[in-house]
């Protein structure tokens, strides 16, 4: 039997009662640094995902879900834990930390390419909504972008490996994809522009 990955003993350390946290690599930042924000909505996005996952979805749905949240703490561990110069990166350490792979953007795009040729084409925009999977998956599409949005901004003052960035972009795509293949045929809310609207 292979040693866990992970041990907790104990939840609460009060390391953080002062307004810091731990990075991977040991650092103390601030808890309202960018890096924290970032990686803090990719686990609420995962956490959205969970609830996703508490409602009935189409066949097969549950375990790319799965797949997903189990993806997304590879990118929290690849966000926690801030790359070293471009000098210092074929150093061990470096080359043994979890970082999110060309592959697991490819399979995001195989899964999109896949869903898409389910669905109809869109005539209009889509609003959240239809049934309850389907509008959870849109606000954790909405998350995602968040997610996208803040690890941009992190990526403006320090280095952010370009496949977590893919990473988030095409999930964001992906689930707007799921959520419209959530919904029943019929059940699915198109937006209807204001001059329309009567």
């Not at 995962?46 to 375990?63: E, K, S």
């Not at 110069?85 to 195989?110: C, G, N």
């Not at 609003?127 to 690890?151: I, K, N, Q, Y």
């Amino acid at each position: 039997m292979t040693d866990p990955v992970v041990r907790l003993d104990r939840i609460y350390t009060r390391g953080g009662d002062a307004g810091e946290t731990s990075l991977g690599d040991g650092r103390r930042v601030s808890k309202a640094d960018a890096r924290i924000a970032a990686y803090g909505t990719v686990d609420e996005l995962g956490a959205v995902l969970g609830l996703a996952r508490t409602h009935p979805l189409p066949d097969g749905m549950d375990a790319l879900l799965g797949r997903i949240q189990n993806d997304l703490f590879d990118l929290g561990a690849d966000l926690c834990v801030p790359e070293q110069e471009r000098e210092d990166r074929q150093s061990t350490r470096e080359r043994t930390r979890l970082r999110v792979t060309p592959e697991q953007v490819v399979w995001l795009e195989a899964r999109c390419d896949e869903v898409n040729e389910t669905l109809p084409p869109l005539t209009s925009f889509v609003l959240a909504g239809g049934s309850p999977a389907a509008a959870v998956l849109h606000f954790a599409r909405t998350v995602c972008r968040r997610a996208e949005r803040e690890t941009v901004a992190l990526a403006a003052s320090e280095a952010v490996g370009a496949d977590a960035l893919q990473y988030l972009n095409r999930l964001s795509d992906l689930l707007f994809l799921l959520a419209r293949a959530a919904n029943p045929p019929g059940a699915e809310v198109l937006w209807v522009p204001g001059g329309e609207r009567g």
